[in-house]
């Protein structure tokens, strides 16, 4: 057990030992918005938006939820781990609640690898499932970007700096996508530029067990499609979710917009630099909604309403955590 699950677990381990840091630039990052918005406008915000929105908002996240568990499930399927549904579910949502206090992105992977691991899955399996399913995740953020980017610049009265914004982003996502495609053929990548002597290093042997996993993806097409399809599904639901929570706060902003901006601001999510969501992926937002003429407070309030309730999708999580202490304890 110990030989499968010990690289998850050192990475879990490495995932949670930048605290410190992660603290010191979300509260940078805090700290620099405080000085150019009103946060007292920005709570208020917060405070006052419709109820019945949220309530909306609240029902989506908790079917995002129930997509990411059905595509992590059917890569496992795909790959041959065996693994039970409830166990899945479990995992999953346990990981999910953890990783809210380990670097945003790679913590819940880290943690949700090492659950699986212990499972009698194979370490090499458990991680290459969770990277492709974050890669297919961040593959389908990428295809809604380029979209709504397409959809902003193709607008007779989108501003300059709208369109400025769109192209640069455009380029961004072209980057993201070949690199994400490139992660399938990462043993072959790695094979050639590492010398041949280190290969059978233990560190070298663990990181091409690794790639070995994941390139075996490549012959799973029919499984990838298929999770790519329901990624896709995610990223519907939660750029929803965002545009019913700027109509809860008054944001007068066509969905069309929301397509464009809100893929970025949840990649930022998903960068390891931010505790929680917070700091980074809300300078994003307000940074990429300031030309469509939202007020920084407005736009502040929906960022952190994003994360909040995004936060409240790993309450279940926490119940089976404490479930599990007990259970452990007894």
Not at 53 to 70: F, G, N, P
Not at 158 to 180: M, Q
Not at 205 to 231: E, I, P, Q
Request: aromatic residues 6%; hydrophobic residues 55%; positive net charge.
């Amino acid at each position: 057990m110990k030989s499968r699950s010990g690289a998850v677990r050192t990475l879990l381990t490495k995932a949670g030992g930048s605290t410190v840091i992660r603290l010191l630039v979300t509260a940078g990052i805090l700290a620099y918005l405080a000085t150019r918005i009103d946060m007292r406008q920005a709570a208020a915000a917060v405070v006052r938006v419709n109820p019945w929105h949220l309530t909306a908002v609240l029902a989506l996240v908790a079917a995002d939820r129930s997509v990411m568990i059905l595509r992590w499930i059917l890569l496992l399927r795909g790959s041959g781990v065996a693994v039970a549904t409830r166990d899945a579910v479990r995992i999953f949502l346990v990981s999910s609640f953890v990783g809210s206090f380990l670097p945003a992105g790679v913590g819940a992977d880290a943690a949700r690898a090492y659950g699986l691991a212990r499972t009698n899955a194979e370490g090499s399996e458990a991680l290459a499932s969770v990277a492709v399913d974050r890669v297919l995740g961040i593959l389908s953020l990428m295809a809604m970007a380029a979209f709504g980017a397409t959809m902003l610049m193709s607008q007779r009265d989108a501003s300059a700096a709208a369109l400025g914004r769109g192209g640069n982003i455009a380029v961004a996502v072209a980057v993201l996508i070949v690199a994400c495609v490139g992660v399938f053929w990462a043993d072959t990548v790695l094979r050639a530029i590492t010398p041949r002597h280190l290969h059978d290093g233990a560190l070298a042997r663990r990181v091409l067990r690794v790639t070995d996993a994941v390139s075996r993806y490549r012959r799973r097409r029919g499984v990838l499609v298929h999770v790519m399809f329901w990624s896709i599904v995610v990223q519907m639901l939660r750029i929803t979710q965002a545009y019913l929570l700027g109509l809860g706060l008054g944001i007068a902003v066509p969905f069309r917009d929301y397509l464009f901006f809100m893929p970025i601001g949840l990649l930022m999510l998903l960068l390891p630099i931010s505790i929680s969501g917070f700091g980074l992926p809300q300078g994003a937002i307000v940074w990429l909604l300031r030309p469509l003429g939202v007020a920084d407070e407005q736009s502040f309030a929906l960022s952190t309403l994003i994360v909040l309730t995004g936060l409240a999708g790993n309450l279940p999580g926490l119940v089976l955590w404490l479930r599990q202490r007990r259970t452990s304890s007894t």
